[in-house]
């Protein structure tokens, strides 16, 4: 009897730890090929993305380089089943200047694209994005300052590619909106975070400046989860005034 018992208890330990297994090489598989959760902890990207979203990046959209795979291995160069993002697309890459750090910004500049800010209205080609004042952004202050609430200008861009989305002003006439011409070199892509005051991003040549194509690592698509800035999603006991309801599963443009 107790050997029966010993080969039945060893057999379902066998089990569950095979079980495990496939799970676990499930997911690398679904991460590494499909899709990537990532959490956005900075208000670059605001109002289109808030501090405490929770998002799934498609890692197929834009094919795949060594910077797809779990900790980045250099196994090889360029990218494999490669696509070019679409002008307007919200995309994670890697950070030019130290590639073991995420960001994620808004495509603007495709190669050969001329970019300019003049007054804080942006030019691709020379010619002017159009743009149309929307409500004022209301919520914690997406410039830095801390406050709880602040009311912020809004604009709504529209790309030549037909876009649209909605970017923060939180100063005229700011730092970068002023710019001279950036010229997009072959192979990259210029970037640009919605909140367009309290960005780093392509505009800063000694930052993100052009990013390779290779630093591409999916295209942003749905928000998931989503709590208040300041709060933890674990603290699942905090979630009924925590989560905000209103965005979960909402599609990223």
Not at 86 to 108: L, M, S, T
Not at 214 to 228: P, T, Y
């Amino acid at each position: 009897m107790s050997t029966t018992s010993g080969t039945k208890s060893e057999g379902g330990i066998g089990e569950a730890i095979r079980v495990v297994v496939h799970a676990l090489i499930i997911a690398a598989i679904i991460r590494t090929f499909l899709f990537q959760p990532f959490n956005i902890p900075s208000g670059s990207m605001e109002s289109t993305l808030l501090v405490g979203d929770y998002l799934f990046v498609s890692k197929y959209s834009y094919g795949y380089s060594h910077y797809s795979l779990p900790f980045s291995p250099p196994l090889f160069s360029g990218r494999v089943f490669g696509s070019a993002p679409a002008r307007g697309d919200v995309v994670v890459f890697r950070f030019p200047r130290e590639d073991n750090i995420d960001y994620i910004k808004r495509v603007i500049g495709l190669p050969g694209d001329h970019i300019q800010m003049k007054e804080g209205l942006l030019y691709i080609n020379d010619v002017p994005v159009k743009r149309e004042r929307v409500a004022d952004f209301v919520g914690e202050d997406p410039c830095g300052s801390g406050d709880a609430t602040a009311r912020v200008k809004q604009w709504q861009e529209t790309l030549p590619n037909g876009v649209t989305y909605k970017t923060l002003d939180c100063v005229d006439n700011g730092y970068y909106d002023n710019t001279a011409v950036y010229v997009v070199p072959e192979g990259h892509y210029f970037m640009m975070g919605d909140n367009r005051d309290n960005s780093s991003d392509s505009r800063v040549a000694s930052g993100v400046g052009y990013v390779p194509e290779e630093n591409l690592i999916g295209r942003a698509q749905i928000i998931f989860f989503s709590v208040d800035r300041g709060e933890q999603a674990w603290q699942f006991w905090r979630w009924p005034v925590s989560v905000r309801w209103s965005r979960l599963f909402s599609v990223i443009r």
